[in-house]
C-alpha cells in the first residue's frame, strides 16, 4: 500500500495530469497553499483528501502533507509532473521488498516544449521511501527527505513538465536563488570573491559539456546558461545578505 502527496497551488493547468497518472494508488494526499483557480475543484476529482495550509517553505509543507498519508510507503510528486508506466510498475516491485527503504529516481526534464535528449544526464531525487524511516529538513527550496536504509536506484523516470519557456525558468531559478542563499547565510557559510568569478563559466561548462546538455542544440545551450546564472545568483545574493547584516550591525552599534 502506498500514499501519494503532493504540495500545490495554483495548478490548475497541470493537477489533472499528475493526479491521473496516479489515480491507481489508493490514497492521495494534496496539500494546497492558497490557490485562486480551480486546482482543488479539479483535484477533488481524483481524491477527496484535500487540506489548505498557510506556506511556510517547501520542506515544511512537504512534511505536513507526508504527515497525514496513511500508509508507510509514500510517494511525492508535484503538480507539473507525471508519473510514467515504466515507474509504476517498478515502484510497486520495490514496495514489496522488505530490506529497501527508498528510491532514488531519475527526473525527465522537459524544457520549451520538449523533453531533453536521452544521453542528457538526468538529476536524480528520492521522492519514494517509508515515512518512518525520512523525513524533511528546513530548507527553503530543493528539499529532499533524509533516508535511512537502503535506497535502490531506479531507471522508470518522473515526468517534469514546469520548464515550459525561459520567462518561467527564469523566474524560478531568481526566486530558487534567493532561498539557497538565505539557507546557506543562516548555516554560517560566506560568499567568496573567486568562487562569485568562477562559478558562473565552471557551472556553464558542468551543465552543457558533462551534463551531456550539448545534445539539446540551442534549448541546452539557453538551459546551461540559465544554470550558469543560477549558481551566480546564489553567491551573488549570499554577499548582498552579508552587506545587509553589515549596515545592521553598523546601526546597532551607533545606537
Known amino acids: 500500500m502506498i500514499s501519494v502527496y503532493l504540495v500545490v497551488k495554483n495548478e490548475e493547468h497541470n493537477i489533472e495530469r499528475v493526479l491521473d497518472s496516479v489515480r491507481d494508488f489508493d490514497d492521495i494526499v494534496v496539500v494546497d497553499s492558497g490557490s485562486t483557480d480551480r486546482t ?4 477533488g476529482k481524483y481524491t477527496d483528501r484535500l487540506f489548505a495550509r498557510d506556506w511556510t517553505g517547501m520542506a515544511e509543507q512537504k512534511e505536513y502533507a507526508k504527515s497525514l498519508c496513511k500508509h508507510d510507503w509514500v510517494l511525492n510528486l508535484d503538480a507539473d509532473e507525471e508519473l510514467t508506466d515504466v515507474l509504476r510498475a517498478q515502484i510497486f516491485e520495490v514496495v514489496e521488498q522488505p530490506d529497501l527503504s ?42 529532499s527527505p533524509v533516508v535511512k536504509g537502503k535506497i535502490v536506484e531506479l531507471d522508470g523516470a518522473i515526468n517534469h513538465y514546469g520548464e515550459v519557456s525561459v520567462e518561467v525558468k527564469v523566474d524560478k531559478v531568481n526566486r530558487y536563488s534567493s532561498g539557497k542563499a538565505m539557507d546557506k547565510f543562516e548555516k554560517g557559510k560566506r560568499s567568496s570573491l573567486p568562487k562569485l568569478l568562477l562559478v558562473m563559466p565552471v557551472t556553464f ?17 539557453i538551459g546551461s546558461m540559465i544554470n550558469a546564472f543560477y549558481a551566480f545568483l546564489k553567491e551573488a545574493k549570499l554577499y548582498e545578505l552579508e552587506l545587509l547584516a553589515r549596515d545592521e550591525q553598523k546601526q546597532d552599534s551607533s545606537k
Open 205 to 221: 561548462l558542468k551543465s552543457y559539456f558533462l551534463r551531456r546538455n550539448c545534445y539539446n542544440g540551442r534549448r541546452g545551450f
Open 40 to 43: 482543488m475543484e479539479l483535484a
Open 102 to 143: 527508498g528510491a532514488n529516481i531519475p527526473i525527465q526534464e522537459h524544457f520549451i516544449g520538449q523533453a531533453v535528449h536521452q544521453k542528457t544526464k538526468q538529476n536524480r531525487h528520492i521522492r519514494l521511501f517509508r515515512q518512518s524511516q525520512g523525513a524533511y529538513g528546513k530548507e527553503r527550496f530543493h528539499e
